[in-house]
């Protein structure tokens, strides 16, 4: 399946925040998307934002079709055998080395030989992934951001057997979703998030040995560099245990320039994981 017009069919592994994003902007582009998850209730709660993105894509003209007639693409399963007809799966499950080389050994009994398996993951190697199947040249990253439907860019990973005929196949799919792409080595963190965890992670040290307000810091950096949010605003709409986990897993691979601020282990012991749980650097309704 080496070719975009070999993909009819797209399997999803995980309806989570990622996941669900990833089928509806493959159900906008035209395709027949089975998104998969371990409990029918994560699955309904996945449907139910494809529901909602297609809504707010219609209602701000981005959407070709009705809505109803993209959300009819997508089905949801708890069985991953349903994903046997899938041309293409992506994964978005946990970011989880073991619990990902695992889905995908299961992932490579089930769908056709000459199927690329693709992972979402943000911070772990699509080559270690790979492994755990025995198609490692027809394992890729496609690194969607968040949230989905609204972000233009796809960051590819290229594995270390990963073939160019597969590397190909990831950046055409994801322009065929209106996406932008760039390439990476599969190195730790890839290029957004090796840049990325270190830039959250001095913010927020500047704010805690008392550098600027945490204002400030956003304000210097928007206004200072262009970008559209600040350290401390993105750690929260990132979620603080998520940058915790991504710096650690970095950290682990990097050395100590990657080293997880203080700041951000206190807060995420104390549950404030940022505007998911309304608190993090800032409070949220
Ligand atoms: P999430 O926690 O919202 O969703 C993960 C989903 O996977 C959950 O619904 C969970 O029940 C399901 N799941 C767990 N094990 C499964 C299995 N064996 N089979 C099927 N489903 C399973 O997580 P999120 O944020 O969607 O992240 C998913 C992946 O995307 C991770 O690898 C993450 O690093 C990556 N990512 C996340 C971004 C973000 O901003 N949230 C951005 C870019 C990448």
Redesign the pocket.
Known sequence: MDELSDIDVVGV???????NGIATAAAAAGYEVVM????RD?VDR?LDAVEDSLDRLASSDRLEEEPETVRERVRGTTV?GDLAEADLVIE????DLD?KR??FAELDEIVDDGVVLAS?????SITTIAAATDRVGDVVGL????PVPVMKGVEVVDGERTRETVVALAHAFAEDLGKETWESDDKPGFVTNRILMPWINEGVRAYDEGVATKADIDRGMTLGTNVPMGPLELADH??LD?VLHASETLHAELGDRYKPAYLVKRKVEAGDLGKKTGRGFYTYD
């Not at 592994?13 to 996941?19: D, K, L, P």
């Not at 979402?120 to 772990?124: A, D, E, H, P, Y």
């Not at 690194?143 to 968040?146: A, E, L, S, V």
């Open positions: 592994v995980g309806a989570g925040t990622m996941g998969r998850d371990i409990e994560y996945g991953l978005a499950i946990v970011e619990v695992e889905v979402n993951t943000s911070t772990l690194h969607f951001m968040n990132i979620g998520v």
